[in-house]
């Protein structure tokens, strides 16, 4: 098969914005959100000072509200960890938040924010729903709309990372009843595609499925965010934008490694936060910063 009739052979793709790079757009976003994630809020190493430096500085950039992919404590999951330690992690995230009062916080649930060593389960701090509360979540997954964007946060603290049969089921729904090209931004703890699973793991299982979940939805699907593993990673693909970012605690507010490539650095990836524009045409742009505190 001659060249010509190769491209001619191949399938057209998705209407929706291709460009990666494309330069500084002319119109302003609809929407500036900050996107954090990995916080591990605990006291020591001066971190819920330095978080809230941080949160000062992430409000200079304009934002309109704040997405946080999970990890907000430091860790409840463990089976060593006292109800005092777990309630302390909490009280110091409720104190720290108080520097982005006014800001919408939209959150989804990491691994290390339940406490499954609670003496019961009907014990009131057992689990996802005492996250869910203390988040002031709707639940552990839900959806949302702003300024024409749709927005889907994500539960992947399943069974071998995935999300389970019932909010599979109900992402399905949701993606279908959002009307027709409407820009849609997804979020989970974990990445759902990328490259740093490919280095460290901890990715969904079920990323194939939701692959091809996204694509049946090319119209719609514009981004999907996480955390989870600390480092960053800016993947496009089927016209989708992958950001897993940094964590805002680097290496756990610590000094880092011999792996480390600064202080504080967990690998390559410097402690930071993303600031995100979204554009009214479906136009997605994540830039991570460094936040040098």
């Known amino acids: 098969m001659n060249r010509k009739k190769f491209l001619g052979s191949l399938p057209a793709l998705a209407a929706a914005p291709l460009a990666v790079n494309a330069g500084p757009r002319k119109e302003k976003p609809v929407l500036t959100l900050a996107h954090i994630t990995d916080v591990h809020i605990r006291p020591g190493d001066n971190a819920p000072q330095r978080f809230k430096d941080c949160l000062k500085k992430i409000k200079k950039a304009g934002i309109d509200f704040v997405l946080n992919t999970g990890d907000s404590i430091h860790d409840a999951s463990y089976d060593n960890v006292k109800r005092e330690s777990v309630t302390e992690q909490w009280q110091i995230w409720d104190d720290c938040i108080t520097e982005v009062k006014g800001y919408d916080i939209y959150s989804c649930l990491g691994n290390h924010d339940m406490w499954w060593a609670a003496p019961d389960k009907k014990d009131p701090m057992y689990g996802k729903d005492y996250v869910v509360k203390r988040l002031k979540i709707p639940h552990r997954y839900y959806s949302f709309t702003r300024s024409g964007w749709h927005f889907i946060i994500l539960d992947g603290n399943n069974s071998k990372i995935s999300l389970d049969d019932e909010q599979f089921q109900w992402l399905e729904n949701d993606l279908a009843q959002t009307p027709a090209g409407t820009p849609t931004l997804l979020m989970s703890h974990y990445p759902t595609f990328g490259a740093t699973p490919i280095l460290v793991g901890g990715n969904h299982s079920d990323h194939k499925k939701l692959k091809d979940l996204f694509y049946k939805h090319k119209d719609k699907v514009r981004a999907s965010l996480s955390g989870h593993n ?64």
Do not use: Q
Request: hydrophobic share 30%.
């Open 230 to 293: 600390h480092l960053y990673d800016k993947t496009f693909y089927n016209g989708v934008w992958y950001c897993c970012n940094g964590a805002m605690s680097g290496f756990w507010w610590g000094k880092g490694d011999k792996d480390s490539a600064g202080t504080g650095y967990y690998f390559e990836t410097p402690p930071g936060y993303a600031i995100l524009k979204l554009y009214k045409d479906g136009g997605f742009e994540s830039e991570y910063y460094a936040h040098g505190f």
